[in-house]
């Protein structure tokens, strides 16, 4: 696949698994934008692989680089199927990346493809159901306009990567939520939101002050999410949200300077 990306042979490629042992990056251009491309080591089944040998090693090495990428495309065979390994690794990124596609390579060799697609979103969505809208590309990396397909969306994942919310949108979106769906009443008092932002996008991650944090009920937080996900369309990432109390008046106004800055 990565070499169907550059558009030439650039990286060592074989039937055998573990071929690229090591990180391996090149650069392409799409739309007059430049992109650099880490072909990193692939990921064995856990029965397959040796905690003493190179390519655990390596592995090591690809899952760390999760925290300096932009997107991480993940790699699936068709003809392997989606297993618990997979599912960890999966987890690991939506959990730590800023934006994910998950590419299943080889569809041709797949007989009934309808049913194969619609199987495997749902099994994904399912395993994934705190994670919104995410993205699935079905392809073969010998087809061309599959590879231009993939490119396509890797160009559209860069112009919104480092998501930032705005956070006069948030709070009005909050003020409206509580509104409509206020919380319930704790101890015959009514839960105030009084100031919402965002302090980190890696994955987004939403402060909420509130008379009483500690009380926020999970149905109510699952809830709020949800709102978020589907006003401001996240895509591939969690979000998170805490709940603060303070006592400094401005203490918001610090913490939205800071982000600002970032």
């Known amino acids: 696949l990565a070499n169907s990306l550059l558009g030439f042979e650039r990286i060592l490629t074989s039937n055998l698994a573990g071929t690229t042992s090591d990180a391996v990056e090149a650069i392409y251009k799409y739309n007059n934008k430049n992109f650099k491309l880490t072909d990193t080591a692939g990921i064995f089944k856990k029965n397959k692989i040796d905690n003493s040998s190179i390519n ?20 699936i065979d068709c003809t392997e199927g989606f297993d618990t390994q997979i599912k960890k690794i999966l987890n690991i990124l939506f959990n ?23 199987d495997t979103k749902i099994i994904v969505t399912e395993t994934f159901s705190q994670i919104k809208n995410i993205t699935l590309l079905f392809i073969s990396a010998k087809n061309e306009k599959d590879v ?34 206020p919380h ?18 890696s994955p987004i991650t939403i402060k909420i002050f509130s008379n009483f944090p500690k009380n926020i009920k999970k149905s109510y937080k699952n809830y709020l999410i949800n709102k978020i996900i589907d006003n401001f369309y996240i895509t591939d990432s969690k979000v ?23």
Request: aromatic share 10%; charged share 25%.
């Open 56 to 75: 655990f090693e390596a592995i090591r090495k690809s899952l760390n680089l999760k925290e300096i990428i932009d997107l991480s495309l993940v790699l």
């Open 96 to 118: 730590q990346s800023k934006s994910i596609i998950i590419v299943f390579n080889k569809i041709d060799k797949i007989n009934n493809k309808k049913t194969y697609i619609k």
């Open 240 to 262: 998170n949200l805490i709940f603060s109390a303070t006592k400094n008046p401005f203490y918001w106004l610090i913490s939205k300077l800071s982000w600002d800055k970032m």
């Open 184 to 201: 319930p009443l704790v101890n015959g008092k009514s839960i105030n939101f009084k100031y919402a932002v965002q302090i980190s996008n």
């Open 148 to 181: 231009m397909q993939l490119k396509k969306m890797i160009y559209k994942k860069s112009q919104e990567k480092n998501k930032i919310i705005s956070t006069s949108k948030l709070n009005s979106l909050l003020k409206k939520i509580s509104m409509e769906h």
